[in-house]
């Protein structure tokens, strides 16, 4: 559990606080960037809707003038009549002359006039219409400022005046209501936008420059606070979440996947505890307890009529083995070929019965638990050598090449002789009877440092790639048709044993082609 928590606290750092403390440090560096930034796209828009709104003023005065003028009189009206029907604007006679109306901006004395040329009666005079330019009429819509300048003849210009927003002249309670904390930029972080007025001929006659009356998101101080509130609150609940989570989930799961192990490795006797304060986790604890205690009673139920069963078959097994035998026999002396064939065929398949029965046998009186090895210096090549005259009968019979290719007097290994010797034999035996005619067998051996693989090859009929991963199963015997796996007990106690040496067993095939096991086992058991 020390172990779990270590890792635990690890995770959550990975996951919840390092993530929180690095969103911190990248919102504190990119803030004022940020505020930049929007600043900028503010202003980009508010320069946007000024443009359009000292253009669209242009175009509303002179709907307003032509239609005072143009549906009152008719086109036919001299100045007096135009002063008294425009009132409130400038209107004189000039010299210049244009043949529809223009509308364009100036400036007199330092102020902006917006002003409408039209024709009069027919003559190269025309009328000139203005009116002063309120600037409050042009501000647009949001937190801006806009700062006049008139052109000089210089080329510099007359200062005029600021317009200010309005939400930046009331109190810093009702900014805080309305906007949240706003604070007014300094001149060190102003950004601003100009746009240029010019004139009748195209020449500059003033420009208006936009700033922001208040910053989008408050100062960066209030940011920083609010982010290291963010951070510690982040981080309190994220801790307290990921108790409650190791509390309620990850502590019952941990214990529900140990119990399943043991199971899996044949303890039926495991409970967990089920008074649990936690219904859900106390209802699958019973669950579970209630599933090992049927698989115990089945288990308990198989082994007894596996038991029974093959010890009552065993018997005639035996005694059969040995009539069958002395019938052969007998046919063989008077001369009846036929009958001794059958007779051999038969001795033959009891033979391969009497040693199923013995591997059922076998599998449940193995008990790796009680089982103690008796670890010596033992020979390879000799265990491998022993193993191929034991089985030289099955081997001539089927035309077999045996290949012995570990060195002769190599390397010693700890080991248990009978035990190891047991393993090969299964191996072996497992390897002939899937090998056709005129193939081959091969044990090899590979020494590395502390370790050696020992590799049991044949070029016969293969396992199937669905049956691989399920070979050193117990009970499973195969799917297939390609591969005999015998009784599905040989290979489970090979397994077993050499776990038990400290080293492992894997197995790579294909169909009508090869099958390879590989036996990795410590030289030296000292330094396991």
């Not at 591997?359 to 000799?382: A, H, P, Q, R």
Request: charged share 25%.
């Amino acid at each position: 559990m020390l172990k779990f928590a270590k890792y635990f606290f690890i995770v959550f750092f990975v996951t919840a606080v390092l993530p929180l403390i690095l969103m911190f440090a990248w919102n504190n560096s990119q803030l004022e960037k940020m505020h930049r930034t929007m600043s900028v796209s503010g202003l980009n828009a508010g320069k946007t809707r000024l443009e359009n709104i000292m253009t669209n003023n242009l175009k509303v005065q002179e709907g307003e003038i032509l239609k005072t003028i143009y549906f009152t009189k008719d086109n036919n009206y001299n100045l007096e009549e135009v002063k008294k029907l425009l009132k409130g604007y400038n209107v004189d006679i000039v010299n210049n002359y244009v043949d529809k109306p223009v509308s364009f901006y100036e400036k007199k004395d330092f102020d902006l006039y917006s002003s409408t040329l039209l024709p009069y009666k027919n003559s190269r005079k025309s009328l000139k219409i203005s009116k002063k330019l309120d600037v409050n009429q042009i501000r647009p819509t949001g937190p801006y400022n806009i700062e006049i300048g008139i052109e000089k003849d210089n080329g510099q210009y007359e200062f005029k005046g600021v317009v200010v927003d309005p939400l930046s002249t009331i109190g810093p309670k009702m900014r805080h209501r309305l906007l949240g904390r706003i604070v007014k930029f300094s001149d060190s972080n102003a950004v601003k936008k100009t746009v240029e007025i010019r004139g009748y001929n195209n020449d500059k006659i003033a420009h208006i420059t936009l700033s922001l009356a208040i910053q989008p998101f408050g100062a960066k101080i209030d940011s920083i606070y609010i982010s290291c509130f963010i951070l510690f609150i982040g981080i309190i609940s994220s801790f307290i979440i990921g108790l409650l989570i190791k509390r309620i989930f990850v502590v019952p799961v941990m214990a529900l996947s140990h119990a399943a192990e043991e199971v899996k490795k044949g303890n039926l006797a495991y409970r967990l505890d089920d008074t649990n304060k936690y219904e859900l986790v106390g209802n699958i604890y019973r669950s579970f307890n209630d599933m090992a205690e049927n698989l115990a009673a089945k288990e308990k139920l198989r082994q007894s009529f596996i038991s029974n069963l093959t010890h009552d078959l065993r018997t005639p097994l035996v005694s059969q083995a040995q009539s069958l035998e002395l019938i052969s026999d007998k046919f063989k002396e008077i001369g009846l070929q036929n009958e001794y064939d059958l007779a051999k065929s038969l001795a033959k398949n009891n033979e391969h019965l009497l040693k199923m029965v013995n591997l059922i046998l076998e599998s449940y009186s193995f008990d790796s638990s009680k089982l103690k090895l008796n670890i010596e210096k033992v020979d390879l090549y000799k265990i491998v050598q022993d193993c191929e005259q034991k089985l030289k009968p099955l081997i001539n019979d089927k035309k077999l090449e045996f290949i012995n290719d570990i060195y002769e007097g190599g390397v010693l290994i700890d080991a248990d002789l009978f035990q190891l010797s047991r393993v090969f034999m299964n191996l072996l035996s497992n390897a002939i009877e899937n090998t056709t005619a005129g193939n081959f067998i091969k044990v090899s051996a590979k020494f590395q440092e502390n370790l050696v693989s020992i590799m049991i090859e044949d070029n016969g009929n293969g396992i199937a790639e669905e049956d691989l991963k399920f070979i050193f199963d117990r009970y499973y015997s195969g799917k297939s048709l390609e591969r005999k796996l015998g009784s599905g007990f040989g290979l489970s106690v090979c397994e077993k044993l050499i776990k038990m040496h400290h080293g492992t067993i894997s197995v790579e095939s294909e169909i009508n082609k090869y099958t390879k096991f590989t036996i990795n086992l410590p030289v030296n058991s000292k330094e396991v």
